[in-house]
Each structure stands twice: as C-alpha cells, then as structure tokens.
Nanobody
Framework: QVQLVESGGGLVQAGGSLRLSCAASGRAFSLYAMGWFRQAPGKEREFVATISGRGSSTYYADSVKGRFTIFRDNAQNTVYLQMNSLKPEDTAVYYC???????????????WGQGTQVTVSS
C-alpha cells in the first residue's frame, strides 16, 4: 500500500512563496511519475505540475508556468512544489499523486494524498 502525505500549506500574502512537500511510502518511488493537482471550492480538481520518475522531465499548467517548480528527491521518497509569486487565484487544496507516466489527467494517477490547504490573501 502506498501512502502520500502532503505538508507545507498555509496562509500567505499575494506575491509570497510556499514550498509543498509530499512524502511517499513504499518501494520503487523513482519508477513513478508524480503530480500535483489542486481543487478550489466549487471547482473541479485541476492539474498543476508533473515530473518523471528520475526528475528529468517536467510539465506545468499554463497558469503556473514560470512561477511554480516541481522537483523530487528520490533518496528521500519526496516530491516538492515550490510556489513563487503566489496569487489569490492559487488558493486551493493541493494534492500530490502517483502516476505511471507523465500525464495531466487525474484518472492516470492511482494513489493520492489527503491534500494541504493553500490560501493566498490579496
């Protein structure tokens, strides 16, 4: 059984930064892509960023490109999301998920964390 635990969320002013972490249990972490998604109240869960198993490839949603960076430490079984220049529209619950490949659709990810709240005040 794989468990994913997010941390690092909180309240920040617009223009500020946060770093989210997602710690994974289980073996073979480096064999899987990892993704970050977010869900704002009343909206569907949306793709944010994804990274390949070895960290050599990444892909971002247009809304966060240039502001967010996804990276991973396979020795620590952890994936991160560095969020800079935060905007109020970034407010959401952020989830990490494990995927078999570098894709942006939620149904391609098989394990999900419980989520961490990010709130950006204007």
């Amino acid at each position: 059984q794989v468990q994913l635990v997010e941390s690092g969320g909180g309240l920040v002013q617009a223009g500020g930064s946060l770093r989210l972490s997602c710690a994974a249990s289980g073996r073979a972490f480096s064999l899987y892509a990892m993704g970050w998604f977010r869900q704002a109240p009343g909206k569907e869960r949306e793709f944010v960023a994804t990274i390949s198993g070895r960290g050599s490839s990444t892909y971002y949603a247009d809304s966060v490109k240039g502001r967010f960076t996804i990276f991973r430490d396979n020795a620590q079984n952890t994936v991160y999301l560095q969020m800079n220049s935060l905007k109020p529209e970034d407010t959401a619950v952020y989830y990490c998920a494990r995927g078999s490949r570098l894709v942006i659709t939620t149904d391609e990810y098989d394990y999900w964390g419980q989520g961490t709240q990010v709130t950006v005040s204007s």
